[in-house]
């Protein structure tokens, strides 16, 4: 099984909608992350956690919210989704000691 | 001027041939240098970890940090179609608190 999984793989959802995207991991690590891929700009963080009580927002945590749910879990939400959130979705663990990322399959996202 | 810069190609090579992908850096308080490789439609992977300068080889990977410079690089010996993906670099400061990655370089390898 894989260690850092993403529910869903693909979703489209329409304009104003709320969705949820969900991670959850197998590999023990306190971190977690939330990226968002788009071609041309690379990985853009939107919020991260170190443990369970700490939730951090990243450089474009605008329109989003996360909930830690457990060590394990860490969800990302859409409150009203809009055409330009449209993109690539990735979770993400990561050790204490050097950040070494395990990065999760990905959702891909289409808001029309 | 952002902290790490990449060139994001695309870079094309015949197989066989050594390739050798770049990253520059501004920030001096970073220690921990990383080459994630990313296929298409997957997740990225980590492929390399450095810390401070020198080199490190694992197979046909080679991973340079020179932090006079401010500057890292990976080296793919032999290239293979296989190859053929994206590599992104990564960089962590002292104390492993976040890391910071580069946009990416799209590699081509030809048969």
């Known amino acids: 099984d894989a260690d850092v999984t993403q529910t869903p793989r693909n979703r489209i959802t329409k304009t104003g909608k709320r969705i949820m995207l969900e991670c959850s991991q197998t590999?023990?690590?306190?971190?977690m992350y939330w990226y968002r891929q788009d071609p041309g700009l690379g990985l853009r963080l939107i919020y991260y956690?170190?443990?369970?009580?700490?939730?951090n927002k990243g450089e474009i945590s605008d329109g989003y919210s996360v909930s830690r749910q457990a060590q394990a879990k860490f969800s990302l939400s859409l409150e009203s989704a809009i055409p330009n959130q449209t993109a690539l979705y990735f979770c993400?663990?990561?050790?204490?000691?050097?950040?070494?990322?395990?990065f999760g399959p990905g959702t891909r996202l289409t808001v029309l | 001027q952002k902290e790490v810069e990449q060139d994001p190609g695309p870079l094309s090579v015949p197989e066989g041939a050594i390739v050798s992908l770049n990253c520059t850096y501004s920030?001096?308080?970073?220690?921990?240098f990383m080459w994630y490789r990313q296929y298409s439609r997957k997740g990225p992977e980590l492929l390399m970890y450095?810390?401070?300068?020198g080199n490190k080889e694992d197979g046909r990977f080679t991973a340079q940090v020179d932090k006079s410079s401010k500057y890292i690089s990976l080296f793919i010996r032999d290239s293979q179609p296989s190859d053929s993906a994206t590599y992104l670099c990564?960089?962590?400061?002292?104390?492993?608190?976040?890391?910071?990655f580069g946009a990416g370089t799209r590699l081509f390898v030809k048969a």
């Open positions: 450095t810390y401070s300068s």
């Open positions: 990564a960089m962590v400061n002292t104390g492993g608190f976040k890391t910071i």
């Open positions: 920030n001096s308080a970073f220690q921990y």
């Open positions: 956690s170190f443990d369970v009580k700490d939730i």
């Open positions: 590999k023990g690590h306190d971190r």
């Open positions: 993400a663990t990561g050790t204490s000691d050097t950040d070494t990322q395990y």
